[in-house]
């Protein structure tokens, strides 16, 4: 990487000008104060002044800026450089370089927690498994970082390996794992014995809405006569897919009320089209955003009935602005409410009608895909309530 020395007057222009934009049609402009430039001035002249080495303009830019955003306290909003920002965008579109798990920040280590390994990744490959933390990438300390931060750590070409260490049982393991093409398929779906059609949604993500519709419609033609809709595990995405999906499925009402910093409601509706057809939800602790906010609507409508565990309780709305260096800037800009004008921030998450826990060997084999529906007891529930309302509407 190439290191400048410049002066701390031109250093100062380029960081403002990066860090203090404005948002556009908001009520007011984010600048800097007059005393903070003064502090910000005065330190730049000191490192200009009296710094014995060099320094990288453009780690100095980097390090503000997360600083910046960092500083907003706000554990949804954050910034990413301009390889952060590629490799956000293609995983947001379900097909990203990478070694195939899905993680959050555990709370206890500050690593990276596993809760989802795709099937035939480098990860699953390797062994690791849901609930390994992840503590270092090729030796070096992970823990406390951010997860852009995190993300750019692991960033490697198709075909390149990295020593990932995991915290198990408190004991510590290095796997090697190679990188390749993962392809998130957001939708699958089967028949299942009594015409009873099971839709498993993996995220709310690019192509999520037109695949869920397309789903629905082909177990229609091969007789489905109600739904199951699998949501456990699916950690949010776009509004504009979710609200294609609750268009499609409820009757004319509000389907998503966005509420902006000034308190203003912003309501989507959906249209007098819809399905007319029993439906029962899964959802369990890892179930973010979108797919808590699906539940709960759907619940509200009385349109399904819903099982399994208490959600996470997110409800603050992320819009992803980017910026002139070429990365980005994922931040809260409003939150939002469900048709009776709750927050699930607020309740702690969306709570099923009908709680039924998994055990801890029954959870591990769910997240690696290997739980049989016949054994599992959310499913079970799911299977039978459904049985029930169809014969009770015959």
């Not at 951010?146 to 995991?166: C, H, M, N, S």
Request: aromatic share 10%.
């Amino acid at each position: 990487m190439l290191t400048l020395v410049i002066s701390a007057s031109a250093l100062t222009a380029l960081l403002l000008s990066l860090l203090f934009f404005s948002q556009v049609n908001s009520p007011r402009t984010v600048i800097g104060n007059s005393d903070g430039e003064s502090d910000f001035y005065e330190l730049l002249n000191v490192i200009d002044a009296r710094f014995i080495g060099t320094y990288d303009m453009d780690e100095i830019i980097d390090h503000a800026m997360r600083a910046a955003v960092d500083s907003l306290d706000d554990m949804w909003s954050h910034y990413m450089s301009p390889e952060e920002y590629a490799d956000f965008l293609a995983t947001a579109n379900n097909r990203y370089a990478g070694i195939g798990v899905s993680v959050m920040i555990d709370e206890e280590t500050l690593g990276l927690k596993v809760f989802g390994v795709y099937e035939d990744s480098g990860a699953y490959k390797a062994g690791i498994t849901v609930d390994d933390v992840i503590v270092a990438v090729d030796g070096e300390d992970i823990t406390g970082l951010t997860l852009p931060e995190i993300r750019y750590k692991l960033r490697r070409q198709i075909g390149d390996t990295a020593d990932i260490t995991v915290l198990r049982n408190n004991e510590y393991i290095v796997f090697t794992v190679l990188y390749s093409i993962v392809f998130t398929n957001p939708v699958s779906f089967e028949m299942l014995p009594g015409n009873i059609g099971y839709i498993r949604l993996r995220n709310f993500e690019q192509g999520a809405g037109e695949s869920f519709i397309d789903a629905v419609n082909a177990l229609i033609n091969m007789g489905a006569v109600g739904f199951i809709y699998d949501v456990r595990n699916n950690n949010g995405g776009r509004v504009t897919e979710v609200t294609q999906i609750l268009n499609f499925l409820l009757p004319e009402g509000e389907i998503f009320i966005a509420v902006d910093r000034s308190g203003v409601e912003n309501i989507t509706w959906s249209d007098d089209d819809w399905l007319d057809m029993p439906a029962v939800v899964l959802v369990n602790r890892y179930s973010f955003s979108g797919a808590e906010f699906f539940a709960a609507m759907l619940c509200e409508y009385d349109y399904a009935e819903t099982i399994g565990e208490q959600t996470t309780g997110k409800n603050r709305m992320q819009t992803t602005i980017p910026l002139s260096n070429g990365g980005a800037v994922h931040i809260s800009t409003g939150h939002y409410l469900t048709k009776n004008r709750i927050s699930l921030f607020d309740t702690g998450g969306y709570t099923p009608r009908h709680i039924i826990d998994l055990t801890d060997d029954e959870m591990l084999l769910f997240m690696r895909g290997e739980l049989e529906w016949t054994l599992d007891p959310q499913f079970i529930k799911a299977l039978s309530l459904l049985e029930n309302i169809i014969d009770n509407r015959n």
